[in-house]
């Protein structure tokens, strides 16, 4: 089975709190693709972060890391000193590519950062 | 650079009725991608257009159809709606087709069937 979960249907912190959203997968297929999107109270995704199964790199952009751990599945998302403006709903994805792209999307995680 | 136009913004219809979507992308881009979004289903990916072919395709039954134009705008189409498609649905363009290329998504379009 393919799937994605993210546990934490909301999260709220205070500004300046660091946050860590879970995301954890289920796949069989080796090659693989992980995603961060973000969705503002706006509606529109942006894109955060794409990952691939063979790149196990953490990876960190300003306020904010992800942890990829191949051997538990995850590929959790940490934002660092949040911010109000962080303020969002996040996705966690799965792309499989085993002849057709195949997305699998998480079921979001609503932040709220309080100032 | 004027970002993923998607028109209309809103719309209401009823059960039955058929509806298209238009998605604008940013100019010089030529895939786009649309997607499902509903509280009780989530995020869905329906399918992509590059260079006026479908290049890959979600798991909808054919009431959802699309197409892409020449000038790289995309239209999407839901047939025999029913009060389940009532979604936002998302439109993203991106350079080229594939993994590696990063997609900007427009502001969508909130379907409501009644």
């Known amino acids: 089975a393919q799937k994605v979960t993210q546990a934490q249907t909301e999260i709220s912190v205070v500004e300046k709190e660091d946050v860590t959203l879970d995301c954890v997968y289920e796949?069989?297929?080796?090659?693989?693709?992980l995603f961060w999107y973000k969705q503002p109270p706006s509606g529109e995704l942006v894109f955060l972060i794409r990952?691939?199964?063979?790149?196990?790199q953490n990876e960190i952009s300003g306020r904010y890391s992800w942890n990829f751990q191949k051997s538990t599945s995850s590929f959790n998302f940490t934002i660092t000193a949040s911010q109000v403006v962080d303020s969002a709903v996040y996705f966690c994805?799965?792309?499989?590519?085993?002849?057709?792209?195949?997305?699998?999307f998480g079921t979001g995680t609503r932040l709220k950062v309080l100032a | 650079k004027a970002g993923v136009t998607q028109t209309p913004r809103y719309l209401i219809k009823t059960r039955g009725q058929q509806v298209t979507l238009s998605c604008s992308p940013i100019?010089?881009?030529?895939?786009v991608s649309w997607y499902q979004q509903t509280p009780g289903q989530g995020l869905q990916f329906l399918f992509e257009?590059?260079?006026?072919?479908?290049?890959n395709k979600g798991n909808f039954p054919g009431r959802f159809s699309g197409r892409q134009f020449s000038n790289s705008r995309s239209e999407m189409n839901v047939s025999t709606l029913e009060l389940g498609d009532s979604a936002l649905y998302l439109c993203?363009?991106?350079?080229?087709?594939?993994?590696?290329?990063?997609?900007?998504f427009g502001p969508g379009t909130r379907l409501t069937v009644l």
């Open positions: 993203a363009s991106s350079l080229a087709s594939g993994i590696y290329v990063e997609q900007f």
């Open positions: 796949t069989r297929d080796t090659t693989y693709y």
């Open positions: 990952r691939n199964s063979f790149d196990e």
């Open positions: 994805a799965l792309i499989l590519a085993s002849g057709t792209y195949k997305y699998i």
């Open positions: 100019s010089g881009h030529r895939s």
């Open positions: 257009y590059f260079s006026e072919t479908q290049r």
